[in-house]
């Protein structure tokens, strides 16, 4: 481990905790979003629950211009690959052994509280007016909604997106998922020599 690379003993502790603490089997995947604040307010949720990469699905909206400053840094310790098709997004994401599930107002949609979220999954949260795709819901293994009790029918995507992540925060803490890395030691090892050098 190239400890020199890291400027305080407090900084390698602060890395090696925050990596320990991530959910290899959580992931999250964008579609359309089209305001670059609410895809850094997103990028900071997935920093905080742990959150290790985001998908960012791109097939009509223009790529967002996501800044440093106004993701607080997270941009910089959450990972992101970009997509041009649902295909190839939700292929990639099975072939490393997730379930897709989206965020939807359909009447098929399960309750947010009665999902399994300590599986491996990635959650997919569409377009700030227009919702995900017909392709997201064709493609996706199962629709999620969160319940709303007021006149108001959805909350803001980066809001919903916080709220599902805090769910599976909860749901994986009480079955004991961050008590130990979810990476193999080699991994672990290397993510921390990467990020000390950022």
Not at 32 to 57: Q, Y
Not at 153 to 159: F, K
Not at 177 to 187: F, L, R, V
Request: charged residues 25%.
């Amino acid at each position: 481990m190239k400890l020199r690379d890291c400027k305080s003993e407090n900084r390698i502790n602060k890395i090696k905790r925050t990596i320990s603490l991530r959910q290899g089997g959580l992931h999250v995947v964008l579609e359309n979003i089209h305001d670059p604040h609410n895809v850094s307010a997103i990028f900071r949720s997935c920093d905080a629950t742990g959150v290790p990469k985001i998908s960012l699905l791109y097939t009509n909206e223009s790529f967002p211009k996501i800044s440093r400053t106004s993701s607080a840094s997270a941009k910089k310790w959450v990972y992101s690959e970009r997509f041009e098709a649902v295909e190839s997004c939700f292929e990639d994401l099975r072939n490393q052994g997730f379930s897709v599930l989206a965020s939807s107002l359909k009447e098929d949609s399960k309750n947010l509280y009665s999902l399994d979220l300590t599986k491996k999954v990635a959650l997919v949260f569409g377009n700030e007016h227009r919702g995900i795709s017909d392709d997201v819901e064709k493609h996706a293994d199962g629709l999620f909604y969160i319940p709303m009790n007021g006149m108001i029918q959805s909350l803001n995507v980066s809001v919903a997106t916080a709220v599902t992540l805090y769910e599976a925060l909860r749901q994986r803490t009480e079955a004991g998922m961050y008590d130990e890395p979810s990476y193999p030691p080699e991994q672990l090892e290397s993510l921390i020599d990467e990020w000390c050098d950022k």
